[in-house]
C-alpha cells in the first residue's frame, strides 16, 4: 500500500475523476490508514510504499505489479502522468523479498487488470482489456507467470479496470458486472464461474467489486452496501471502511492493495494475501 500524501486529482484519466473538486488530503489519509489497519488487525502483513511528490495517483498501488507464486510482472502505465509510478514499485520489488522481478514490454497496470485464482483451473490469470493494459500484455504475462490468462473485454468507460468490474472472493470464486464485459467475454466468465456471484451496475456504480478479499473476509468501502448483503449470502464476512476520498481518483479497496503472491501458498484459502 501508498499512503495518499501527495494526492490529488489534477488531472482527469477516467470517468470519476473531476479536477474541479477540491479533494481533501487530509481525510484521505486518515481513510486510508483505516483500510491499512483494518487489514493488519486481520492478521495481513502490510508493506508501505514510500509515496512520491508529483504522483497524485500512487495511492492506487494495485496498478503496480502483479504478482503470482513469487513471479512479480511489472506494469507499464497508459498515461505519461502515472508512468514514473511503475520506478518506485519496481525498485521496491528489486530491492528484497524473496519474488523475481519482471520487466514488461507492453502497456499494462498491475492488478487493476489481472486477477488470480489459485484454485480454480489449476490457477489461473483472468484479465481484462478495453481501456488501459494492451492485449499483447495479456500474452506476456502468460509467459512471464507460466499460468492460463483469459482475456476479457471491458467495454463501459466507468468500468475502465477490471478491478472495478470483477473481484476474486476466494481461491476460487469470482464475483463480477457482467454488463462492464462484451458479451462473448460474459459468455466466457459465464462459463468458467457457474456459480459466480453477480453484481448489478449499481454495485459497480458503488465500487462494491473493487474489494479485497482474505477468503473469509472480504473489504469494501461503506458505500457499497448491496455487495455487503451479497457476499455475506455468499458465505462471507463482508468488513465495511469508508474510502470516500479515493473515490475522487476513481478508485477504492482494491486500488489501494497490491495483494503479494509470494510463492508456496497456492491453493490455501486466503494465505496468498
Ligand atoms: N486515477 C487512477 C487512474 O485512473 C485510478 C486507478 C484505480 N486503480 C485501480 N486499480 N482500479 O489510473
Known sequence: MCPPEHFTVEYAINPW???TVAVDAGRALTQWE???STLVNLGHEVHVLDPRPGLPDMVYSANGAFSVDGAVYGARFRYPQRADEAVAHRSFYETGGSWKFFAPQHVNEGEGDFAYLPAAYGGIVLAGYGFRTDPAAHAEAQEVL???VISLRLVDPAFYHLDTALAALDDRHVTYYPGAFSEAS???LAQLFPDAVLADRADAEAFGLNLVSDGRHVILNTDAIGMGRKVRDA???????????LKRGGGS?????????TGGDAGQPGAQR
Open 17 to 19: 475523476m473531476d479536477t
Open 34 to 36: 483505516s483500510l491499512r
Open 146 to 148: 507460466g499460468r492460463p
Open 186 to 188: 460474459q459468455r466466457v
Open 235 to 245: 458465505g462471507y464476512q463482508p468488513v465495511h471502511v469508508d474510502l470516500s476520498e
Open 253 to 261: 479497496v482494491k486500488c489501494a492493495v497490491a495483494e503479494l503472491r
